[in-house]
């Protein structure tokens, strides 16, 4: 009897662990938190930068440049399996296909090209096979930050093997002139701080952090930590932020009956709150994985005029121009820094023979949205902003150019009211172009803009079409501004 009361205690106790255990999992805490596990896993891994950055500044800072690149692709992979489990092959065999065609190709066009066609097929195929209809956080989202790692090392690799002269300054710079192993290719693309969802780097930059010249004391740590912890305090408040809000403004809403029933100017103002919102949690990642990149000595850029350092190398986001900037190009060029630079420099500064920058543009981002994935959402985002920025650049031509406009935009007790209704309009298009691209499937994008009378399209091209014809009205000729003088 008394053993038989003790096997009814030890199953009970033992119940009553399984059960704790179970409330403390990752899928109660997520759930708790209003997230799901994926998500709450990403968030932990990209915090997980930091104690990772600090062994590596008091152990391996100036150590075997082997022993460095075995810790970024044991903690890379590492993270990739508890994120991802054993999907993590997918990089893995991306990375040992690149180092072959490298060395098989060697650098040459074929290896370019391949280089290319191999990886961007691997991911749209990966796109493709994970497709559902929410975001959902699969091994392509990692996936596609490598992609573009392993074109660019491609590219740089293929520039080592040119003439110097023959190469822009640019291209100089991140020309690589040795033949990676494949544990430096390893390496670069594990990297801790920058595997899951960036910043964009070049072998060059990672090889220098693995030599220990990305310091501010030359043969010391960087004194880093306090750089490091600005960006991690900002990243802090903007999840604060986001977490708080996220259960109130949601895309969901776009799609439910109230947003539907709602006034035109109530849908409209949601969709600019929600604009500004939804961008929040890829502000939070990038400042965060930032703080990680500086600690390490990665976000090292040299110094300025006075002499001070520079941690800005791998900054995905100007804060305070992305909060203040009232203008669309303001807000690409503070957001997603990095991965708008690699398309610059590798895609659309590549496309200069087609002699025409607009075509170059817009063939940039037609990339971009492939990219992303094959949602029809992200090919109209693109599409918005490709028609946002042209209209954008020919009305500050117009105001510019116009004596008239120009005379009206400098009155000086009138740039308040200029600014909000440039930051409305600016938000309240930013949030229709992020409709598409948050919502994916053109059933679900096509409702919310049906809506409010698909305001975006309908304004933007107005304005394409008008806007030529109100400068010929607006802006006078050379001849007629020669006789007035």
């Not at 119940?15 to 994926?38: I, V």
């Not at 997603?336 to 420099?345: F, K, L, P």
Request: aromatic residues 16%.
């Amino acid at each position: 009897m008394a053993s038989a009361a003790e096997g009814d205690m030890e199953a009970e106790l033992t119940r009553g662990l399984r059960w704790d255990f179970q409330d403390l999992s990752l899928n109660k805490l997520a759930t708790s938190l209003g997230a799901s596990e994926q998500a709450l896993r990403l968030i932990i891994s990209i915090f997980l930068g930091y104690p990772l950055a600090l062994f590596y500044r008091r152990y391996l800072f100036y150590k075997d440049s082997y022993l460095i690149h075995l810790f970024h692709t044991f903690t890379g992979l590492s993270i990739a399996y508890y994120n991802f489990g054993t999907q993590l092959y997918h990089s893995l065999l991306c990375i040992v296909l690149q180092f072959l065609i490298l060395r098989l190709m060697g650098r040459t066009v074929t290896a370019v090209l391949t280089t290319f066609c191999v990886q961007m097929a691997y991911l749209l195929a990966g796109y493709y096979s994970t497709a559902t209809g929410t975001y959902d956080i699969k091994w392509t989202m990692p996936h596609c930050v490598l992609t573009l790692k392993l074109i660019g090392l491609a590219m740089d690799y293929y520039d080592g093997g040119k003439d110097q002269k023959s190469l822009s300054s640019e291209q100089q710079i991140y020309a690589i002139r040795g033949v990676p192993s494949l544990l430096e290719v390893a390496g670069f693309s594990y990297f801790y701080g920058a595997f899951l969802v960036g910043p964009q780097f070049s072998m060059n930059h990672y090889m220098k952090l693995v030599r220990g010249e990305l310091t501010d004391v030359p043969g010391k740590i960087p004194n880093s930590t306090i750089p490091a912890l600005r960006r991690l305090a900002l990243g802090l408040v903007y999840l604060v932020g986001y977490t708080l809000l996220s259960p109130h403004i949601t895309e969901d809403y776009l799609l439910s009956d109230d947003y539907q029933n709602g006034s035109f100017w109530f849908r409209c103002m949601y969709m600019l709150l929600w604009g500004k919102f939804v961008l929040y949690k890829y502000v939070t990642c990038w400042l965060v994985t930032e703080g990680v990149c500086i600690l390490t000595g990665l976000g090292f850029n040299g110094f300025d005029e006075y002499g001070t350092a520079k941690w800005d190398a791998c900054a995905n986001m100007k804060v305070w121009l992305f909060e203040t900037n009232p203008r669309f190009t303001g807000t690409i060029a503070s957001f997603n820094i990095n991965t708008n630079a690699w398309v610059a420099r590798y895609f659309f500064k590549r496309l200069k023979f087609l002699g025409n920058k607009v075509l170059s543009q817009g063939l940039s981002l037609l990339f971009l949205a492939l990219w992303h994935g094959l949602h029809s959402g992200y090919l109209v985002c693109f599409q918005m902003e490709f028609l946002i920025v042209i209209v954008e650049r020919q009305a500050a031509s117009l105001i510019r150019d116009s004596p008239a406009l120009s005379r009206l935009a400098s009155i000086t007790v009138l740039q308040p009211l200029y600014y909000l209704v440039q930051q409305t309009i600016h938000w309240l298009f930013m949030g229709y172009s992020m409709t598409a691209f948050c919502l994916f499937t053109w059933d679900k994008w096509m409702k919310v803009y049906k809506s409010i009378y698909f305001l975006g399209h309908v304004f933007f091209l107005s304005l394409l079409f008008i806007l030529p014809y109100v400068r010929k009205v607006m802006v006078p000729r050379k001849e007629k501004l020669k006789k007035m003088e």
